[in-house]
């Protein structure tokens, strides 16, 4: 099984914000991630997909293609947007790292036909990040 | 796809600077010197290390997270950064009074110090001796 990793890197902001919650526990469990305006970050998403090399052309997917989803689903979507405002899939759930990575996995999953998508990386800065996998979905590559 | 179909883990980097000597007691000075080179000198050196901690578990609804940054922090604060870093590893760190201070050894001891974290489940634990060598331990 060959692991292919396409990076990208896309700016958007986001205020955590829960309505449910009164302001004081707001402030209390977000901190500054809940200042009213929202911040912004530059995310770096790694998309990796698993496949065996196809036997004529050498190639897993062709980088191509995956770059032409990327671009479309992610960068039109998110690339310099407000996460909560601007992103349907996003509404009603705190835009972390965690929630966007499973909506970024549900985004590109069916999209993919070539290989499988096996994991998708997002880190919010080089100090955070949030991994999806498929559950069961073999190794933590 | 539902969300629980997939599996979602939390990654989270740390740093501390700690010196260590490579010298394993089971072995004469001479075999000490051959194996372990540069990393045998008698005065020990120091790196300036980076510890990648993955945490999984349900994503709470109300927060959106697999656990608060906040108190993930202060338990690798607690067990790992404060007691190892600016320190002496084979001195200050009881482990190492009986094991090489290997890289490897060094990220299984960290594994061990964080995985009773009490809101997640530790999944691995990566230690980056140098920006070049890397070492990860998920517990088995």
Redesign the interface.
């Known amino acids: 099984m060959i692991y292919l990793t396409r990076k990208i890197e896309f700016a958007a902001s986001h205020v955590?914000h829960?309505p449910?919650?009164s302001p004081a526990e707001n402030k209390r469990?977000?901190?500054k991630c809940n200042n009213p305006h929202g911040h912004g970050h530059n995310y770096t998403l790694e998309v990796t997909v698993a496949g065996e090399p196809d036997p004529v052309t050498g190639m897993v997917l062709d980088l191509k293609d995956l770059k032409e989803i990327l671009e479309r689903e992610i960068m039109q979507r998110m690339d310099h947007r407000h996460l909560n405002l601007e992103v349907p899939e996003l509404q009603g759930?705190?835009?972390?790292?965690?929630?966007i990575?499973?909506v970024i996995?549900?985004l590109l999953?069916a999209k993919i036909t070539q290989g499988k998508l096996h994991r998708v990386?997002l880190y919010e800065n080089?100090?955070?990040?949030?991994?999806?996998?498929?559950?069961g979905?073999g190794a933590?590559v | 796809?539902k969300?629980?179909?997939?599996?979602?883990?939390?990654?989270?980097?740390?740093r501390f600077s700690a010196s260590h000597r490579l010298h394993s007691a089971k072995l004469g000075d001479e075999e000490n010197g051959r194996i372990y080179g540069k990393c045998n000198n008698p005065h020990g050196h120091g790196h300036n290390y980076t510890v990648e901690i993955?945490v999984s578990g349900g994503?709470d609804?109300?927060?959106?997270?697999?656990s608060?940054?906040?108190d993930l922090d202060a338990f690798v604060h607690e067990q790992v950064i404060e007691p190892f870093d600016h320190r002496y590893l084979n001195e200050e760190v009881p482990a190492f009074q009986n094991a090489v201070p290997t890289t490897e050894i060094l990220c299984m001891e960290i594994f061990e110090r964080l995985k009773s974290f009490p809101h997640a489940k530790l999944?691995?634990v990566r230690v980056e001796e140098t920006a070049n060598n890397s070492f990860e331990y998920?517990g088995n």
């Open positions: 955590y829960n449910a919650l469990i977000f901190g759930q705190i835009p972390t790292c965690e929630n990575a499973r996995w549900n999953d990386r080089s100090d955070l990040f949030a991994d999806c996998y498929r559950n979905g933590r | 796809m969300p629980e179909t997939l599996h979602i883990e939390l990654g989270r980097r740390y993955r994503i609804p109300a927060t959106g997270m697999i608060n940054l906040a999944e691995a998920a």
